[in-house]
């Protein structure tokens, strides 16, 4: 017998336990299920071998079960609030690890981010659970507290973490938005709940353009098992009949003519949602768990941090004496991405860069220019990433200086350094790796205590050579990260697109483009002239 099936009888028998023993009324039993059962079933499936939350995993999951099973027992109001206080300090245990887990990788795979999402509901759920046991006056009856407390366990954790894991098997354009409104409608209806009807319906709208989002991708999902095929759309489809019964319940707080009542919603939703959807999918799921995708492990990122300040200093202990004359060695290490036909001045432009001037127009879009002001107050100090407010144009000149490569951890790294008049505009260090047979441009800005790195697919395109953060594909290294320890990479929400090309006989336009949670703030237009 495996590990995890050792934990999974030791849960079944603690849940057998609380029935046979406690016997607990059928809706008690919702939320015990979720409790005792499914959630750390998943949890056994998500967490990472060896990090910190499957190392403490014991010391924390076995207290919470068995403080649940003794609150069914006690009748000290002391030991209550003891005991329920352990199951909301495990709730907020797994949500802290959810957090972790996005800290590492950013925003990247949305599917991963719907299961840390899952798990910070999961801590919101034991706060309500905690209320109800302890009798704090929720502003709501106890009923409607115990209620939202399995709302929080099922609709808001069971179902992002089956979406997520949904997400790791098949992605369609659309998967995005279903996700959004998942994460989005718990929210909505707590707020509904709390004030208006109204909103309660369009939450209940929201969870029904989710949920039957889900059980078209769970259809079209090329599952290997078509065992598991079948348990995870008869999971979601489950849901797909609840749905319509929460809507007539919604309608029903405002037009009372076909109102529908607790005790019927807690019978019919008890059974479809305990037994069909979270049963049957945790069942589903735990046939085959599809891995998650590749987290850019091992993708090389500079070692060099900054303080306060960056600055031309930053780079003086780690220079050597190799002279590098551009911002490349050889264009031609990007083949075949780049070809024989890209225009010599481009290719001349990456390889003696030094032989060119460089005048640029900052150009911030309207709505960020209160957040560019803000910021640059701050980035003068710093003397890094420091681009002035105005749309003037205005020449950016400096210096390229070779670092060493046993300092930087990268290959051939060199740093190029751009001014302002004698304001530092950026401090850049060059480099590249290769994964999957494709050579990335590495480009790292040092921050006070960590970097900023810009992964970036070259590709020529006609007789412009193009280079984006954008990923072409899953296995693409391309994005934006923010790392402050080795192992932590954090995807950041930008991205950009640098496009240069010929104008005329030594002359170069280049447009720079950014976007920040896809939205455009900021254009960067120069002129490059050779000397």
């Known amino acids: 017998m495996s590990k995890q099936q050792k934990w999974i009888l030791f849960y079944v028998l603690l849940f057998i336990v609380a029935i046979a023993i406690a016997k607990p009324n059928n809706f008690l039993l919702l939320l015990t299920a979720a409790q005792m059962l499914y959630i750390p079933i998943l949890l056994l499936y998500i967490k990472k071998k060896e990090d910190w939350f499957s190392k403490y995993f014991p010391l924390f999951i076995i207290p919470a079960l068995v403080s649940v099973l003794l609150l069914y027992f006690t009748q000290s109001q002391v030991m209550t609030i003891i005991l329920a206080g352990i199951y909301l300090l495990y709730t907020m245990i797994v949500a802290y690890y959810g957090v972790t887990r996005f800290l590492k990788r950013g925003f990247i795979y949305f599917e991963e981010f719907m299961i840390d999402a899952g798990m ?27 209620l939202t407390s399995i709302h929080f366990h099922y609709s808001a954790f069971l179902l992002p973490v089956f979406a997520g894991l949904l997400g790791r098997v098949y992605k369609s354009e659309g998967y995005l938005y279903i996700g959004m409104i998942i994460l989005f409608a718990p929210i909505l209806l707590a707020l509904g709940i709390t004030f208006s009807v109204w909103i309660e319906i369009l939450s209940v709208i929201f969870y029904l353009l989710g949920i039957y ?23 979601f489809g489950s849901l797909g009949i609840t749905i319509l019964f929460s809507l007539l319940y919604a309608l029903g707080q405002r037009w009372s003519d076909f109102s529908l009542s607790i005790p019927f919603m807690l019978q019919f939703h008890g059974f479809f949602n305990c037994i069909i959807f979270a049963l049957i999918g945790v069942i589903g799921w735990a046939l085959s768990l599809p891995l998650p995708a590749d987290n850019n492990e091992g993708m ?19 220079k050597d004496d190799t002279v590098h004359q551009g911002l490349v060695d050889r264009i031609s290490q990007y083949e ?30 309207l709505w960020f220019k209160p957040f ?3 910021y640059r107050m701050y980035s003068k100090r710093m003397q890094q990433i420091n681009l002035p407010l105005s749309a003037q144009r205005v020449e950016m000149n400096g210096d390229l200086i070779s670092i060493a490569e046993l300092r930087d951890g990268r290959p051939s790294p060199r740093a190029w350094i751009r001014k302002i008049d004698d304001d530092i505009a950026f401090v850049a260090i060059y480099s590249w790796h290769c994964k999957n047979n494709r050579t990335f441009m590495n480009i790292a800005l040092p921050l006070p205590f960590s970097t900023m790195t810009g992964i970036l697919e070259v590709k020529q395109v006609g007789s412009e050579l193009e280079l984006t953060s954008k990923p072409s594909s899953s296995e693409s290294d391309a994005g934006i990260y923010l790392s402050w ?3 932590h990479h954090f995807r950041l929400p930008l991205e950009e697109l ?3 090309r010929e104008t005329g006989k030594g002359t170069l336009k280049a447009t720079h483009q950014m976007w920040i949670f896809s939205l455009p703030f900021l254009t960067i237009e120069y002129e490059i002239h050779s000397l």
Not at 224 to 229: I, P
Not at 300 to 318: D, L, N, V
Request: hydrophobic share 50%.
């Open 213 to 235: 989002g889900v059980i078209i991708l769970s259809i079209k999902a090329p599952f290997s098992n078509t065992l598991q095929k079948i348990l995870i759309v008869t999971s």
């Open 372 to 374: 560019a002001a803000i």
């Open 120 to 146: 910070v509901y999961l801590a919101i759920g034991g706060m309500w659970y905690f209320a109800h046991i302890v009798d704090i006056d929720t502003g709501f009856s106890p009923i409607i507290t115990w």
């Open 336 to 365: 075949p991405e780049v070809t024989a036909s890209l225009p010599k001045a481009i290719a001349d432009f990456y390889e003696h860069t030094l032989n060119y001037r460089l005048f640029a127009e900052v150009k911030w879009k």
């Open 485 to 487: 320890k080795s192992s």
């Open 498 to 500: 640098f496009q240069i």
């Open 300 to 318: 090389p990122i500079s070692a060099i941090r900054g303080k306060g300040t960056i600055g031309e200093r930053i780079i003086k202990p780690f």
